[in-house]
């Protein structure tokens, strides 16, 4: 019997090594000769550059060189517009250094190459910039008043795009509806904020005339490439690897200044040049997310039925749009959820202001989404006086109406086309769970006859991943019987060399440890985008699978052709092929390989070696000599997965402090490669969207100032904050890839503010506040819950 | 009109770099903490090591370590036995460090690794092995004789090898010939003398997990392979680098001890350590070639046609057999040439001797070949008064022949089958070159007259090339328009990025600095074996031809798509594929490339973007990324190059001096990519073969001391040695390959000794000598002149 290794909950390769210290992070990696970079970055969020003066700069002990943008050779060209959007009509990326004008508190205006990054700092501190201060765009809303002031003149608006989605006829579905519901909601500014910062080491190896780069990126081959494209160099003499990585979640994504500049620092001077963020870089200097405001519409039927949504919102793009508009477009096509929505109108504008860029965040627009859509479902069931749960099952897409188009083209290009799910299945197994009838009859009544603000709340949302446009892998069986993988994504900790070791060993039949994963380095795999947008077990996975099972089909015609049977006669089991009922007549996968190859190994232990007849060519036109195959996956559109939360609160109102006494976590992404690093995404996710629901703010004052960069002053929920959660799992395989998986890596992030905004809200109904904006914080709530003292 | 790249004389890519000084050879390279490796080799030819006290030299400052067998783990198996064959029934390899016995001066015994090289040295000078010396086996004739002592007492003979080939009826066929004579005919022994001797580099990298080797040889796969086999490494943990080699000859290919422990010194010790041979060391420690000693017999009729020939031979094996019989096989295999010998018998003894072993050096069994056959032809024309043009023309392989079959089997398993060639066109093309009538009907008489011992010869050969198993090579069309090609070949001065480059830029129609070629790394290729047996345009010039042909297909295919017209109604010309007649409808590879990926390429400049209506995978199934093709190619068997020399000798027979007045060269190698290169590959061989001829002779004592291991001592002739040459080429294509084309490489270096003794024995006709033994050094050819002075 073939022994079952996908869909189990096998322990994590990667742990023993990083779990004992072993872990190798970019910083980590020290090269001979190493210099260190460090970057003066702008103190002003808007300001035009009169004059640098890097002279005393340039003559401290132990500075090998001090550059403003006239230095930077190449690198002088704009920094790239990664995705470009028709609607996009106004798009602005900046200069690796400023030219002559500032954008954003962090900008990089200099930079300073040492010996040692303590006498790069103290450089820094030498360099005299003569500003030329602007008016600051902090204020969204106001930014698009006429007569603002502009964060890029030249372009004559602040509006960089303005994107308008019809489904329907919504003008007349709000027209003829029995009831419509209006709420102004907000998302603040946010981040990502990985343990390890960004880091970017490199060095021109002489020996092999090649530029090589370790990166905290998420995209190795996206740099790759564009760092051969920007120094005109082949392809193949640039190496970006991608080691361990400590965290990404979105904002390691993009080209960077620092990415380019680092680099070709290496090859100008000829020496290995670091470059590792400190905090205080990475909250000025690495893009945030979040900040959108929306103005929504419901309307609906006498019964609460959705008839049309309307949107429309602002989203705050920052300074630059390097990555395009993508997080408004998926706001705006994932808005829906997991309910029909007929008539449907979403609009936005994405707005520049002197604030750090934005581009995708775990949740990537989704967590906005989920909390206008659940909110309004709030709305709607308090209204109509219905049982919430009551609302999202009269409203939910059912299992038989796949594959739904939601109306809109999503943020691959592709439509906005749900493949598979059972959202009222899915939201019934979270009621069971909860035990809701007897917590929201019974539990609710008899804690608040205590005096306790005690609320539940529950959220719904589905989301896009595994994204194209594709993916690519090689597997190879080598003749030591080792099987070698290889792909193009790199990890920050999702465990792709235990998930996609599975998915090969599953169809070798081989141990797990036989499989060895090498991802993150375009020396090993060179096509291919990233890992974002919870595609890596999708698309990835899928390519891994493809190569997997044309590798067992070249094993199983091979051992065919020597055993002189038919492929229908052998079976794959014990890391062997052989024939059925006949275990003895056949081979392992390293006697395979090697009989693939008509040259000997040498010192190949087991070697098998069948003097040939030699009638023709010993390598058969259109054979090659290995057991091996490259294949790519290209998904035709988004996989949807889908999820389920529950909570119940405690409200401390003399604190504003919020206490989960549950939570309860239905999820669904397709089939399960594995359980186990299934959940530990399912609990980061909640944990990173309990910060977005409770903490994490990024505090811009009215100059553009960010005041709160630090660990002490922006809060993060740690261990203690996070509940122990119930996880259930549902399985709607998706019909688009192979494998019938979907992602999972951001689904926790996106229902929580919606949840937290839900329970809250419905554990202070005493005070009759509406939670419309989050995070929640707790001087928010002392707020809510003392009118009279805040009034 | 396509422009021809193909055929063309065009400079070698390779040489700009060279010539001005920028070659980077394996000791060219420094790598940071380097340490240096000696080894100490035995100073006897046969003896039993006792034991070995390293103690003095372990305490040497700078000393890292001094091993001996007993200290090199996985070393200690032995060595590769690379080409196994079924008649070489006591195959014997060497242990990298010797175990308990030496078998010829030179043998590595020892191993310091230090700080430098100096101190290496020095401390092996430390180190004492107490010797019980063993009878040591010199004469390979004695060496057979019943009581001789054995190299290798454990195998009880010293007849590794004993092989017999017979075709047709040869007894009866002796029996009824005309006329039937026979000779003794010996080649000495002698050996590749690269400028570059052997050298070894290798670090662990702890970033990469890679263990990387710089090593001059001429089959990094092969290395590579052996190494992960030998340390249980993933494949992909080993990175096998031929960077510039300076000469290969054939002696670079091998599984040297060296080439093992060098390595593994590096993975126990943590530091790079590189070992460059000396040429002392390259003497006795690098591999040999030549010696046979041959009984020839020829039978033929009245007319001089050959009925039969009968030839036994001896082959001096050296000490070990790690490359298995190749050599003599290839001498009995190749003897007949380009003549019909309906019968043939054939058979060789493969001799131990306590000398350096025996493996292929330029040339490979086939200057013994042509000598015997040659040797024997000239015999005929002489005892039967005829012409020695016209005993060939008598004996030639027909045009209307092809393909002959020999009837033994090759060295590469196949069939000894000749594909194509056209002998007597390429005698007549030699005759008319020479004014062959002229010159011995005229000038020869007419020298002679004047006293001067003048004569004349022509030689006549084929040789085997391009074997199997087979090549790979990976095209790819970069984004950035440039054109990758990998293989598993290095170089040792062949032109392979030149005349790669060619076949490439033929297909695509680009120019020839657009392609660059990546060989002898196994980063970039690792499926293949190497260079050697003439085969590298062949084997790996087809594979690239047909991988460059499928991506041309691939871009024609493309483009077709995009531009909605039939691939028919494209051309391929300038770098562009465009409409027949409208070339404004069209793309640069480079803009094709950029099409085949979905992927936008960060910076690339001309980008073409096109938003695809997505109605499906931006990829579509099968389709990849990239204008790339991985293709191999695997001939059925050998295909058969071949030549025809003549010269004109002068000799002076007072100093012994053999001059030459005029060389002629016809030579067939099918079609030429690159005839300046082909041409290359002729002077370069010729030259060698000179050597061979008149210089080259490694000078064993009966203790099995090499007398003459230096460059005072053993000679070489330089370019003053070496008369200008006129070459002709004859272009008989061959059917196996897509290219048409034959092997190169060794082609001059075979018929030299066959031309040079037929010259100089006709030059020494008044002292009525048959020269039968090379090199004839001028102390043979003073003792042939002056018989009364040396009775």
Not at 673 to 693: D, F, R, S, T
Request: net charge negative; charged share 20%; aromatic share 8%.
């Amino acid at each position: 019997m073939p022994t079952r290794i996908f869909g189990e909950p096998v322990k994590r390769a990667e742990d023993p090594r990083l779990l004992t210290g072993h872990g190798r992070y970019v910083d980590d990696i020290d090269l001979p000769g190493q210099l260190h970079a460090a970057f003066l970055r702008s103190p002003l969020a808007h300001a035009r550059i009169r004059a640098i003066d890097v002279r005393a700069a340039q003559e401290m002990a132990g500075v090998v060189a001090v550059w403003t943008y006239q230095d930077i050779g190449p690198c002088q060209r704009r920094m790239p517009l990664l995705i470009p959007h028709p609607d996009l009509t106004h798009p602005a990326t900046r200069y690796a250094l400023a030219k002559d004008e500032v954008n954003h508190v962090g900008e990089p205006v200099a930079m300073v190459i040492a010996e040692s990054r303590y006498v790069a700092e103290d450089a820094l501190e030498a360099i005299v910039v003569e500003w030329e201060e602007l008016p600051p765009v902090v204020d969204i809303e106001r930014a698009i008043e006429p007569g603002s002031p502009l964060v890029h003149e030249e372009l004559g608006t602040n509006v960089a795009a303005h994107y308008v989605g019809v489904v329907g006829d919504p003008e007349a579905a709000f027209a003829r509806a029995a009831h419509v519901f209006r709420e102004r909601l907000v998302i603040e500014r946010s981040a990502g904020m990985p343990l390890e910062t960004r880091a970017v080491l490199a060095t021109w190896d002489p020996v092999h005339e090649l530029l090589e780069v370790w990166d905290t990126t998420q995209a190795p081959i996206v740099i790759r490439n564009a760092l051969a494209a920007l120094f005109g160099l082949a392809p193949t003499q640039v190496r970006v690897v991608a080691p361990d990585v400590g965290g990404g979640f979105g904002c390691k994504i993009m080209v960077y200044p620092e990415e380019v500049l680092v680099p070709y620092a290496a090859m100008v001077l000829g020496r290995p040049v670091k470059w590792t963020e400190d905090r205080l870089e990475h909250f000025v200097g690495t893009n945030h997310e979040r900040l959108q405001i929306h103005e929504a519409e419901i309307a609906v039927d006498a019964e609460g039925r959705i008839v049309a949504i309307r949107d429309r919102f602002l989203h705050d793009a920052g300074a630059y749009t390097p990555y395009g508009i993508i997080v408004p477009i998926i706001t705006a096509c994932q808005l829906p959820g997991p309910y029909k929505v007929p008539n449907y109108h979403v609009e936005f504008r994405a707005v520049y202001s002197n604030t750090v860029p934005v581009s995708p965040y775990r949740g990537a627009g989704r967590p906005h989404a989920a909390f206008v859509m659940e909110r309004l479902l709030d709305r709607v069931a308090d209204e109509l006086a219905l049982d919430r749960a009551e609302v999202r099952r009269r409203n939910f897409i059912q299992p038989h109406e796949f594959p739904y188009d939601v109306g809109l083209i999503f943020q691959d290009g592709a439509p906005t086309r749900y493949d598979s799910g059972n959202y009222p299945g899915m939201l019934e197994l979270l009621l069971q769970q909860m035990d809701y009838e007897r917590l929201v009859r019974e539990e609710l009544p008899r804690l608040r006859a205590e005096g306790r603000f005690v609320g539940v709340g529950i959220a719904c949302y589905v989301e896009g991943t595994g994204i194209g446009p594709y993916e690519g892998a090689t597997v190879r069986v080598e003749p030591t019987g080792q099987v070698y993988v290889a792909t193009g994504m790199p990890q920050q900790g999702q465990a792709h060399k235990t998930v996609l070791a599975q998915i090969v060993a599953e169809e070798l039949q081989i141990p797990l440890d036989a499989v060895q994963v090498f991802e993150g380095d375009t020396a090993h795999f060179q096509f291919g985008s990233g890992t974002y947008a919870s595609r890596s077990a999708v698309v990835c996975g899928s390519a891994v699978a493809l190569a997997a099972r044309k590798v067992r089909e070249q094993g199983l015609a091979l051992a065919a052709e020597e055993l002189e049977v038919a492929v229908e006669d052998l079976v794959v089991e014990d890391g062997r092929v052989f024939v059925r009922g006949a275990p003895e007549r056949g081979f392992t996968w390293a006697q395979l390989a090697q009989l693939a190859n008509p040259l000997r190994y040498a010192y190949a232990g087991d070697l098998v070696v069948r003097p040939r007849p030699w009638t023709g060519p010993t390598l058969p036109p259109g054979r090659q000599p290995a057991l091996e195959a490259t294949e790519y996956y290209s998904p035709p559109h988004a996989t949807w997965a889908s999820g389920a939360v529950g909570a119940l609160v405690e409200v401390d109102v003399a604190t504003g402090m919020v206490t989960f006494r549950k939570l309860w976590v239905v999820h669904d992404c397709g089939k399960m490669i594995n359980p186990l690093v299934v959940e530990g995404q399912v609990h980061g996710g909640i944990a990173q969207g309990i910060g977005g629901a409770l903490y994490e703010k990024l505090h811009y004052d009215e100059n553009g100032q960010l005041l709160n960069a630090s660990f002490m002053d922006f809060l993060m929920p740690t261990a203690m904050e996070i509940p122990r959660m119930e996880v259930a799992h549902q399985e709607t395989p998706s019909p688009l890839n192979p494998l019938g998986v979907k992602g999972v890596g951001e689904a926790g992030a996106i229902p929580l503010p919606a949840l937290v905004a839900a329970a809250v809200e419905d554990a202070l109904r005493p005070f009759g506040v509406r939670i419309t904006r989050m995070p929640l914080d707790p001087d928010t709530i002392w707020r809510m819950t003392h009118p009279e003292e805040t009034a």
